[in-house]
């Protein structure tokens, strides 16, 4: 919100240039979820990028509404109910299947590490972890003995928990994992009203296809003396069900106890040293 709307260092949008109500929807969501972000701005940078940092973290994004003509973020999450998404389908409302492929297991990774700054061991490197066993065994050839294991490494510098850190971590690994489906499709202008982010089920005959949900990626809206739109989409994973996880185990370091006992005798021995030390 002070990116959006201080003068000094932000963008210095009004108040009622953002959609304040939905900001508060995705602030409650993020607070629910234990997500913050903590930072200190010390040095120069781009606003877009610092908002990108945001974005990444919360995995959002925020967008102009054409419709509404103010700024709004979208959440990237789960919750809602597959039939009452909007269908596209080239049999109805798409004009041109410019591109769908899946990805394939061999591009998939099975082991997220998330290296974020610990507060509680005086902001030291820890890792969060989430583990995909079954696309372990099965990059290694079917078999518990042979799994093989596929790192990916993601940093968020404006975490300093373990919790969200394993939270985020599974977050990735949920996107990573699996061969996710990517299209590029050309819709009429009857669609006019979708948004980046907004999730919809496209439904495709010809390619056995029947309401796989897709997020909005990025959209074009083309221009006026032109009836379409393309929309970049990808397979969703929140359909998928959620995983669990829980906070990285700790190091088992202690901090030593540096107070020296007294020493206490009543009586004491002299004697010379052996010629040996």
């Given at each position: 919100?002070?990116?959006?709307?201080k003068r000094e260092w932000g963008y210095?949008?009004?108040?009622?240039?953002?959609?304040?109500?939905?900001?508060?929807?995705?602030?409650?969501?993020?607070?629910?979820?234990?997500?913050?972000?903590?930072?200190?701005?010390?040095?120069?940078?781009?606003?877009?990028?610092?908002?990108?940092?945001?974005?990444?973290?919360?995995?959002?994004?925020?967008?102009?509404?054409?419709?509404?003509?103010?700024?709004?973020?979208?959440?990237?999450?789960?919750?809602?109910?597959?039939?009452?998404?909007?269908?596209?389908?080239?049999?109805?409302?798409?004009?041109?299947?410019?591109?769908?492929?899946?990805?394939?297991?061999?591009?998939?990774?099975?082991?997220?590490?998330?290296?974020?700054?610990?507060?509680?061991?005086?902001?030291?490197?820890?890792?969060?972890?989430?583990?995909?066993?079954?696309?372990?065994?099965?990059?290694?050839?079917?078999?518990?003995?042979?799994?093989?294991?596929?790192?990916?490494?993601?940093?968020?510098?404006?975490?300093?928990?373990?919790?969200?850190?394993?939270?985020?971590?599974?977050?990735?690994?949920?996107?990573?994992?699996?061969?996710?489906?990517?299209?590029?499709?050309?819709?009429?202008?009857?669609?006019?009203?979708?948004?980046?982010?907004?999730?919809i089920r496209f439904t495709d005959s010809?390619?056995?296809?029947?309401?796989?949900?897709?997020?909005?990626?990025?959209?074009?809206?083309?221009?006026?003396?032109?009836?379409?739109?393309?929309?970049h989409l990808v397979q969703d994973i929140?359909?998928?069900?959620?995983?669990?996880?829980?906070?990285?185990?700790?190091?088992?370091?202690?901090?030593?106890?540096?107070?020296?006992?007294?020493?206490?005798?009543?009586?004491?021995?002299?004697?010379?040293?052996?010629?040996?030390?």
């Amino acid at each position: 919100y002070e990116l959006f709307t201080k003068r000094e260092w932000g963008y210095g949008f009004q108040p009622g240039d953002l959609d304040l109500v939905g900001w508060a929807a995705a602030a409650e969501t993020l607070r629910t979820e234990g997500n913050g972000f903590s930072m200190a701005l010390e040095s120069s940078t781009e606003a877009s990028d610092f908002m990108g940092e945001i974005e990444r973290q919360v995995d959002g994004l925020f967008f102009l509404d054409h419709r509404s003509g103010k700024w709004k973020i979208s959440l990237a999450r789960g919750g809602y109910s597959v039939p009452a998404l909007t269908e596209i389908s080239p049999q109805t409302n798409c004009t041109e299947v410019r591109n769908f492929s899946r990805g394939t297991w061999n591009e998939t990774s099975n082991f997220v590490r998330c290296k974020f700054k610990d507060r509680d061991n005086n902001y030291q490197d820890n890792y969060g972890f989430a583990i995909d066993t079954a696309n372990a065994i099965m990059q290694g050839g079917g078999t518990v003995g042979t799994a093989q294991p596929i790192v990916a490494e993601e940093f968020h510098p404006r975490l300093k928990n373990g919790p969200l850190a394993a939270s985020l971590a599974f977050r990735s690994l949920r996107t990573l994992s699996f061969p996710l489906a990517k299209a590029e499709l050309v819709v009429d202008k009857t669609l006019w009203d979708l948004t980046p982010y907004q999730v919809i089920r496209f439904t495709d005959s010809v390619r056995g296809i029947t309401d796989l949900p897709m997020r909005i990626i990025k959209i074009d809206y083309g221009e006026l003396t032109r009836g379409n739109i393309i929309l970049h989409l990808v397979q969703d994973i929140f359909v998928n069900l959620s995983g669990s996880f829980a906070k990285p185990p700790g190091t088992g370091w202690r901090l030593p106890n540096d107070l020296l006992n007294a020493f206490i005798s009543d009586e004491q021995l002299a004697f010379p040293a052996p010629r040996g030390f």
